[in-house]
């Protein structure tokens, strides 16, 4: 029932409300993973720090030096960037170790200095973690977001299967302890959210798309992006065990050669040395290139150049490549693995494929070539209109929300 009471809400309690929700916030972004670093959670960390601040926010971030030496502030177009000291992490090619003694102190100072008005966790480890209870003690707004499964860890852990699987359990543990002491936690698709009820007992995660700007992947008016010279599929990512590129390549090798598909690599890791030796030992090096890193203009022309794209990977937890790849109006094959099923009505905008099983990959990229390119760019452009779902813009206004007190957001089911 409505009440017939009159308001005791004056102009003025109007106006002081509306100014705070316009006022410009303090936002410190804390993330054990930042550019130069090549993953999701990196990339969506700085896309999250360039919106903010381009809508007037003062944005800094929290992040491991990538170099040895003390820690040290970089004034970057998106925020500032406050770089910890750090040690090279053994068994991962640019990761970085921050040590508590060392991190956590340095972020107490931080906090202190710079009085931020809500903390944006992107993990729960080394950062992640004196971030959290730095805040905690100064009783600062936290959102936490997990980008990563502790499985994720197992290529990078040189032990058996059962002391692995007590590492991943712990890490389970100390995900529900540290993050469940933030305002709210997000993750980026249902499956993950409804993961880490299961495993961390967290009562409620929302589900919130790291977003993708649909448009920036269209060809522009008047321009031209030479295609390829066969039918080509196009992977993009790190070079990592997890990533299983050399199953994609194996299934390149063994389609149908009236077909003639090419495949190109994107991105650089540990794993390039093995796979180059693959492709050569296929003979397929005029097949197949590896193209290593590549700069934002010509990844998106390298999207819009493929006739397809595959994600082999199996540790996904959303893949903003793949979305790119749609967006990019691109049929995709993808692992039927964690969050990549999400992103595929069968048939319709591409397959998924048994992970690992060269043979069954091979039948999905065969099926697809032998489509016709008008049914290949129908297929297309139901990608692009799925990826639409994936709003860069709602998703950065939903978080804006969470940072202005909002315990929940409704943008438009991005992670479904």
Not at 243 to 264: F, N
Not at 313 to 336: C, K, N, Y
């Amino acid at each position: 029932m409505l009440s017939t009471e009159p308001s005791s809400e004056t102009p003025a309690d109007h106006s002081a409300a509306d100014d705070a929700a316009a006022r410009p916030l303090r936002i410190l972004i804390a993330a054990d993973t930042y550019p130069p670093d090549v993953n999701g959670a990196a990339v969506f960390c700085q896309r999250l720090a360039r919106h903010m601040a381009a809508a007037g926010h003062e944005v800094h971030v929290a992040a491991a030096r990538n170099t040895a030496g003390p820690g040290v502030v970089e004034e970057t177009p998106e925020a500032t960037v406050h770089r910890f000291r750090s040690h090279k992490a053994p068994t991962h090619e640019y990761y970085r170790l921050c040590l508590p003694w060392q991190v956590e102190p340095a972020m107490d100072r931080l906090l202190a200095e710079i009085r931020p008005d809500v903390v944006h966790v992107q993990c729960h480890y080394m950062i992640g973690k004196a971030a959290v209870e730095a805040a905690e003690r100064r009783r600062i707004r936290t959102i936490a977001t997990n980008h990563f499964m502790p499985e994720n860890l197992d290529p990078f852990l040189p032990f058996p299967g059962w002391f692995r699987r007590i590492v991943a359990e712990n890490s389970w543990r100390d995900m529900s302890r540290l993050m469940g002491k933030a305002a709210v936690v997000t993750t980026p698709t249902p499956l993950a959210a409804e993961t880490m009820k299961r495993r961390a007992g967290f009562q409620r995660v929302l589900p919130l798309s790291n977003g993708i700007d649909v448009d920036h992947y269209s060809l522009r008016e008047g321009e031209m992006v030479e295609p390829h010279p066969r039918p080509t599929v196009l992977f993009v990512g790190r070079l990592a065990v997890e990533k299983h590129v050399d199953v994609l390549i194996d299934a390149v090798a063994q389609t149908d050669p009236a077909l003639d598909i090419g495949l190109e690599i994107v991105g650089d890791g540990e794993q390039r040395d093995r796979l180059a030796g693959q492709i050569e030992h296929l003979g397929l090096g005029d097949r197949v290139h590896l193209r290593g890193h590549v700069d934002d203009d010509e990844l998106r022309r390298a999207y819009i150049r493929a006739d397809a794209f595959c994600q082999p990977g199996t540790a996904e937890l959303q893949s903003l490549v793949s979305l790119e790849a749609m967006s990019a109006a691109r049929p995709v094959i993808l692992a039927d693995a964690l969050a990549l099923p999400h992103l595929i009505e069968e048939g319709r905008n591409g397959h998924l494929f048994t992970p690992g099983d060269v043979a069954d990959l091979t039948a999905k990229l065969e099926d697809l070539f032998r489509r016709s390119p008008e049914e290949r760019a129908e297929m297309g452009r139901h990608s692009r209109t799925m990826a639409q779902r994936h709003s860069q813009a709602k998703t950065m206004a939903a978080f804006e929300q969470l940072y202005r007190g909002a315990d929940w957001a409704e943008p438009n089911r991005l992670g479904s």
